[in-house]
């Protein structure tokens, strides 16, 4: 009855506490604080809470805003299922190992929401369950007690050990019956209970020399769990004085660099009894495992001394219990508290938990570029960091919860001045000396498009020669834009215009890439002496930025146009104008005036006249600049009545260029004169036109009838010379190997080449050798053999010692007669 209302009570307390963490979940996670309760030893990958819920999130939104669960130790115990949003352990749990004797077991960790560069603490205390057993550290005790010990005197026993707490750890003691002993169960100041052997009756060494007795421990959990120890009482003679410490409690501060081998504390005790039972040992009665490995007792001069190196982080104050028992079994107890003091031996630790890998220019003050987490080990002023970072970057440190350290933006950006940034942030602590630790965050930063294309005049004026190239390149607009990428790859266009009623994408053209403007026509000075339009940059940004320049363009003048003579016009019939000049014109007198224009401009437009001709010179003076004719002395009886003149015009270009005019200036006094005069004047006229075609007919014919000759003559001598390559092929060879050399020198060949259509007649070395060709022949070409002779006869030599130069020559004047 009294076991299934305990079982009651505990299934009503789960329930209650379960009750408890759900409305402590919920209200934790309102306020940016998100708790859980699972038991301890639960398996890997166990579930713990839902994370994605809690959050208010979707569980498949996780991966991509960037959740993650980052623990603030050194070992990770939580990880995050993105697939199903659930916090799970990381690795099995135990309470013991995590917190010891602490009467709560929390672990924290942070969820991390990069996308939204949120932070949200999450705090799992770790409940105990009864995986324990309560063990002895001996599990074989012996005790040595004198048989004149009194009734009711008390021994104490090791306790057992029990990591679990509450209703788990160690609840009662027990022994097996025995009539000598029995068992007395104490509660101390600490909640611990300990066992003491009670002596019911005196012992009699003779009756019985040595009690086996079982102690057994046993804890409160379900199932109940129990750890047993044997103890052996061996019954001694009488020892009436039991030893005592100096000190009821030992206390010792030490500091955590103690060397190892110290000495830090010494226990003492005295036993007023002599011989054997004043010989006393020390050693520790009640000590955790963690501090038997630290600390060691001389079990003859009670030194404590330090055997490993001391880590304040790891435990600050160790307390134990160390007895002292002489050889008559009688002991004392007393207790040891050492105290460590932490030194400043930690480097503050800086790790990033969160990073932006760019952050753009435009971005506003605030924005987060890092998460990061400060720790150091150590306690109290050694423990307290310090976190800055340079002044002249535009950063700052931001602190969050606890030791979270945000790095945000101080003030604008701007990439165009500097592109990216080391910040090296630096944790110091206060102690003395002060330890520092430093990282250096790499800070990107990303172009945005907030700088226009730039030309570098607002304004431009560019000369072009006129009668330029289709399609020639006038003139390259460049602007320069400070962005990068993209926003920086600048376009061009033409502005929309008009020139002359033409759009002005029909005389220009801009390329897209480069800026280069280019003709479309060949421009002329005389039309268009300046084209304005506008161009226009935009770079590759998004919203795009523009900006745009004037250009004039300035067509420069070349000398493309010859003067054009306005007066005297020149007549279509072919005839010359006539100017009158009277019998008794003084020197001086103006005749006429040549009145003549140039199209061009500048010095291209300058005119001078020149006098080419004169029926009679002297007469008649031109003025250079002034196009005018004058008398230049008086006209006589003698002088002629027409004086035909060829007058020149000339610009002044590079090169120059002219035009020419014929005018006829008749002398008279009247106008019937005139008439009479004019009428003389043109029947020569035509009878010399006439006279000039008739000469030109006569001419054509004769070169036609010449160049027809040429023909047949050409054509017979081929066919002459291909008869003559077929009658002398056998003698071609004798010159195949005569030197050339061998030619030279021989008056024969010079005589055949003047009189090549004779007879003739050749001497060379002895005057006795001679050839004979055929008759001769005006045509130059050698005669056919007569009818019925099959082939042409050969030379007849005179003397057979003809040498081979001599008929070298001869076969070379052959061949020179042939062609």
């Known amino acids: 009855m009294a076991s299934s209302g305990a079982q009651g009570l505990r299934r009503c307390a789960g329930r209650a506490v379960l009750c408890c963490v759900v409305l402590a979940v919920c209200g934790a996670a309102a306020a940016g604080q998100i708790r859980y309760s699972i038991p301890e030893e639960m398996q890997k990958g166990s579930f713990v809470g839902n994370i994605a819920q809690d959050l208010g999130l979707e569980a498949k939104a996780l991966s991509e805003r960037g959740v993650r669960v980052i623990s603030r130790g050194r070992t990770q115990y939580f990880a995050l299922n993105v697939k199903s949003g659930h916090l799970i352990t990381a690795e099995r749990l135990d309470r013991e190992q995590l917190c010891g004797r602490a009467e709560k077991c929390l672990l924290n960790c942070e969820v991390i929401v990069e996308h939204e560069m949120k932070m949200y603490g999450v705090e799992v205390e770790i409940r105990d369950i009864n995986d324990n057993a309560p063990n002895f550290q001996e599990e074989e005790l012996e005790f040595q007690v004198s048989e004149t010990t009194a009734p009711r005197s008390r021994f104490p026993l090791h306790e057992a050990h029990d990591p679990d707490l509450g209703i788990n750890s160690l609840q009662t003691y027990r022994l097996n019956n025995d009539k000598h002993f029995s068992l007395a169960v104490q509660a101390g100041s600490d909640g611990d209970k300990y066992a003491e052997l009670v002596l019911e009756s005196a012992l009699d060494r003779e009756e019985q020399a040595t009690h086996d007795l079982v102690l057994t421990a046993t804890d409160g959990g379900d199932p109940v769990r129990s750890g047993t120890a044997h103890i052996r009482i061996i019954v001694l003679d009488a020892n009436d004085n039991a030893p005592v410490f100096s000190q009821p409690v030992y206390r010792v501060d030490v500091s955590e660099n103690v060397p190892r081998d110290s000495t830090i504390l010494t226990v003492q ?178 172009d945005v498009n907030d700088n226009a294309p730039a030309f570098s005049q607002a304004a431009y004026s560019v000369w072009v020669s006129e009668n330029n190239a289709r399609g020639a390149s006038v003139f390259c607009a460049r602007a320069a834009d400070a962005d990068w990428g993209d926003n920086a790859r600048v376009t061009y266009w033409l502005a929309e215009g008009e020139l002359q009623g033409a759009p002005l994408s029909s005389w220009l053209s801009v390329q897209a890439e480069s800026g280069a403007v280019h003709a479309l026509r060949a421009l002329d000075y005389e039309q268009v002496r300046e084209i304005r339009f506008a161009v226009e940059a935009r ?56 009145v003549a224009v140039d199209a061009d401009a500048g010095q291209n437009a300058w005119l001078s006249y020149e006098l080419l001709k004169a029926s009679e010179p002297g007469l008649f003076a031109l003025g250079v600049h002034t196009g005018e ?52 004047l043109a029947a020569p006229a035509a009878e010399a036109q006439a006279s000039l075609t008739l000469y030109l007919v006569v001419a054509v014919a004769a070169v036609s009838c010449l160049f027809l000759a040429f023909l047949i003559v050409l054509l017979g001598l081929r066919l002459r010379r291909w008869r003559q390559a077929q009658l002398l092929g056998s003698a071609g060879g004798a010159l195949a190997g005569v030197p050339v050399s061998h030619f030279a020198g021989i008056d024969g060949v010079r005589a055949f080449l003047h009189s090549y259509s004779q007879d003739v007649s050749l001497t060379a070395g002895s005057r006795k050798s001679q050839w004979s060709f055929g008759p001769p022949s005006s045509a130059g070409t050698l005669a056919r053999p007569p009818a019925g002779q099959g082939k042409e006869p050969a030379p007849v030599v005179e003397d057979s010692n003809m040498c081979e130069a001599d008929q070298a020559a001869l076969q070379v004047s052959r061949r020179f007669c042939t062609l």
């Open 539 to 594: 770079d590759g940004g998004s919203p795009p930025l523009r900006s745009s320049a004037s250009v004039t363009l300035l067509v420069l003048d070349q000398n493309d146009n010859r003067p054009e003579i306005l007066y005297p016009a020149a007549p279509r019939d072919g005839s010359t104008g006539v100017e009158l000049a009277p019998r008794s014109a003084e020197p001086g007198y103006l005749v006429t005036k040549v």
């Open 269 to 446: 005790a005295t036993d007023l009894d002599e011989g054997v039972n004043k010989e006393l040992k020390y050693s520790f009665r009640k000590i955790t495992e963690k501090a038997s490995k630290v600390f060691h007792l001389d079990s003859r001069t009670g030194d404590v001394m330090v055997v490993r190196v001391l880590d304040f982080e790891e435990a600050s104050l160790y307390e134990m219990e160390v007895q002292a028992h002489d050889g008559g079994g009688l002991f004392d107890r007393s207790k040891v508290v050492i105290s460590v003091s932490d030194v400043n031996d930690n480097v503050p630790e800086i790790r990033i938990t969160s990073l932006l890998t760019s952050v753009p220019e435009d971005s506003p003050p605030g924005t987060v570029i890092a998460l990061l987490i400060v720790q150091d080990q150590d306690a109290g002023e050694n423990g307290a960091v310090t976190c800055t970072i340079p002044d002249h970057v535009p950063f700052r440190l931001q602190k969050s919860v606890d030791n979270y350290y945000s790095l945000v933006t101080a003030r604008d950006l701007d990439r165009e001045q500097v592109a990216d940034y080391n910040v090296t942030v630096t944790a110091r602590d206060r102690g003395a000396p002060p330890l520092w630790s430093a990282t250096t965050i790499a800070v990107q930063v990303s």
């Open 629 to 680: 004719i004058r008398t230049a002395r008086a006209l006589g009886d003698r002088d002629a009545l027409k004086h035909r003149l060829v007058v020149g015009v000339r610009d002044n270009g590079q090169p120059p260029l002219s035009a020419s005019v014929t005018l006829t200036v008749a002398v008279a006094d009247s106008i019937p004169e005139l008439l009479a005069d004019l009428g003389s």
